[in-house]
């Protein structure tokens, strides 16, 4: 029991949790402010999620690039990178699979995995430009990473426009059905919500990132190097390796979350005019999730039901979607500002002490 | 249509799409030099677009004053926007690159969700009747070619380039301007010399802010002449990669931003001539980032950021 309450006034878990309150209070002031009712749209928030089964299946479709992105993100940082680029890890990672899935003839059990691996390669080559750039030019990855990423969009399009979009179409064809990851069993008992394999990738990628992490000679080199790069160096580890390897593995998940979107949920691209934002998102989920295999997974539940229960909230309390924008930014601006959440929980913490 | 007549052009548009790079550029500048990594450039070009159209739209009846008056607000706007970002990073030592991704995000959802409510439920201001008009300064616009080109432009612009000026003379010709890049290459030294550290770098990121909002203002209140969701899509990312790639100096930054402006003037240009039968449009969407990334790479040159760049700086630390 002491060994509970430990947990729950540890810093790593108080602050994303105080960085949320903090962040849905944000969000309630700002619909105050608008003339909104506050405790009814987060209440038809979270009937839109939990309502009925169609929303709640869509919502773990919601879900699941989130955890993809998250990884990625989390990968990163635990190598001390900052991975600003799962946004266009994730892009390359539909053109891929699209492109693939299109263009390629194979029964499924090989054109889907193909696809998959097309996505997963093409986001981790994304990323490991980067780390390149990083390891052996010394150039910072977030400034790459932000440029990669509207690269990335523009050079889908070109794709898409120059190979797999018809004439005067704003969207790919559809890509052949041997490539789907979509489970139709699972989709009608959810009322034809969109649920694929992809989920369940998801958190494999999640068990795979866990092991990959803490229980190999890898994983242990790229967190010492994220940890001190020149204990490291001094030790005999590649620094410059490791810094590739970092960018491409989180690239990878980024990837894969791209096509998995597309096999699974779309089955087509469109030109994009904006980024999709699930990359964007990741860096709060990772952030959130104190980039550990389970934060990553939590946290993405978190900002899938935030982000999906925002038309609730519209429909049921008439608050404009993008208020849940404001209560993410909230959220990661409070997280990163953990000295403002410590200094509120100041008095909080002292006391627990006193306690125990 | 002539030769002379299509550069004449380029050069105009150029002008007039390099114009908001510049501020928010320049506004940048202010920030990285002072140490302050400031990728939120986005963000407060956005808040300074959103100011700008909907307090020019209150402002109508003003006539040709309500786009001034739209444009001071958004200077306001963009340095009580930057206010959190300079708190999270130098007070509270916060992740700079995360507190400016917050930034990002919030004004991105913020300014959408008060369009709404301040218009309707539309996501977009309506179309602006008194936008700023383009001087034909000194009736120099009257000259054949070159009076197009460079002589009828927006009033921002001319702000713009004078703004450089400014900067360039504040940066290097002031004690301002000698603390602040001092604040941002050697923080300690500065302290040690006497130089409070937090508040020059409070005032770059104001400034910064300010700046910024300048440009998205300029956006809003030429080109555009409303405010949606995509009226700034990313030239905050682009001003950002024109500071690095003018080597955070403002003539360079100058430099940097017309080339980017040319980049996007030219998007105009081979749509009208036809030319993406020969380059792909989207070839030149991606040549501002890609040119980055190489210079960055030293390929094109090499760039050296602040020496205390998104250092959060320690009272007494070494």
Request: charged fraction near 10%.
């Amino acid at each position: 029991m002491n060994k509970l309450g430990q947990i729950f006034i540890k810093e790593s878990f108080l602050v994303p949790v105080v960085a949320i309150i903090l962040g849905l209070l944000t969000g309630a002031i700002a619909m105050l402010a608008g003339g909104f009712d506050p405790l009814l749209a987060y209440q038809s928030l979270l009937n839109k999620v939990f309502g009925n089964l169609y929303n709640f299946g869509e919502t773990i479709r919601q879900i699941t690039p989130l955890i993809f992105t998250g990884l990625s993100v989390a990968f990163a940082f635990r190598t001390g990178l900052f991975n600003i680029g799962a946004e266009g890890q994730f892009i390359m990672g539909m053109i891929a699979s699209v492109f693939v899935g299109i263009t390629v003839d194979l029964p499924f059990y090989l054109h889907a995995p193909l696809c998959l691996l097309a996505g997963a390669l093409a986001g981790g080559l994304w990323g490991a430009i980067a780390g390149y750039l990083k390891a052996f030019r010394g150039v910072h990855e977030v400034i790459t990473t932000i440029m990669l990423n509207w690269t990335a969009l523009y050079f889908s399009n070109y794709i898409l426009n120059a190979f797999l979009v018809p004439k005067g179409e704003q969207r790919s064809e559809d890509i052949k059905e041997s490539a789907y990851i979509s489970v139709q069993w699972l989709s009608e008992m959810f009322d034809n919500a969109r649920l694929h394999w992809g989920t369940l990738l998801a958190l494999v990628a999640a068990v795979v990132f866990y092991i990959l992490l803490w229980k190999t000679k890898t994983g242990f080199e790229l967190r010492a190097v994220g940890f001190n790069p020149h204990a490291s160096e001094y030790a005999g580890m590649n620094v410059n390796k490791n810094v590739i390897n970092a960018m491409l593995i989180g690239g990878v998940f980024a990837g894969l979350g791209g096509a998995c979107e597309v096999l699974g949920v779309f089955h087509y691209q469109a030109i994009l005019s904006a980024m999709p934002g699930y990359g964007f998102d990741g860096i709060a989920v990772a952030l959130i999730g104190g980039n550990t295999a389970v934060g990553v997974v939590l946290g993405a539940i978190l900002f899938g039901v935030l982000t999906y229960g925002a038309s609730g909230m519209n429909f049921g309390a008439g608050v404009p979607v993008e208020l849940i924008r404001v209560v993410i930014a909230s959220v990661i601006f409070f997280v990163a500002a953990h000295g403002i959440v410590k200094y509120i929980l100041k008095p909080v913490i002292s006391k627990k002490k006193e306690v125990l | 249509m002539d030769f002379l007549q299509i550069i004449s052009n380029l050069i105009h548009d150029t002008i007039v799409f390099s114009t908001a790079l510049i501020f928010a550029a320049l506004g940048g500048l202010y920030s990285e030099r002072s140490g302050v990594v400031n990728i939120a450039l986005e963000g407060m070009m956005i808040a300074g677009a959103f100011t700008g159209a909907v307090v020019t739209f209150f402002a109508q009846d003003m006539g040709v004053l309500a786009p001034w008056i739209g444009f001071a607000a958004a200077i306001l706007a963009g340095a009580l926007f930057s206010l959190p970002h300079a708190t999270a990073s130098i007070t509270f030592k916060a992740d700079q690159v995360v507190s400016g991704v917050a930034l990002n995000f919030l004004a991105a959802g913020l300014t959408v969700y008060l369009t709404k409510i301040i218009f309707d439920g539309a996501g977009q201001t309506t179309t602006l009747s008194t936008v700023f008009s383009k001087w034909n300064l000194l009736g120099l616009g009257d000259i054949p070619y070159l009076g197009h080109a460079l002589f009828e432009a927006y009033p921002t612009s001319y702000i713009a380039f004078l703004l450089v000026a400014i900067t360039w003379y504040v940066l290097y010709k002031t004690p301002f301007g000698l603390r602040l890049r001092s604040v941002g290459e050697h923080p300690r030294a500065a302290d040690t010399a006497g130089i409070n550290v937090k508040r020059v770098r409070y005032t770059a990121v104001l400034i910064s802010g300010a700046l910024a909002a300048m440009g998205g203002a300029t956006i809003a209140l030429t080109t555009t002449s409303n405010f949606s969701h995509n009226t700034v899509s990313g030239q905050g990312f682009i001003a950002l990669a024109a500071l690095i790639f003018g080597k955070w100096h403002p003539l360079g930054a100058l430099a940097a931003a017309l080339f980017f402006g040319i980049a996007q003037a030219l998007k105009g240009l081979v749509q009208v001539y036809e030319l993406t039968a020969y380059i792909p449009i989207e070839f030149i969407y991606m040549l501002p980032y890609i040119l980055t990334i190489l210079v960055l790479a030293g390929v094109v040159g090499r760039s050296k950021s602040p020496a205390a760049l998104g250092k959060p700086y320690e009272t007494g630390s070494r």
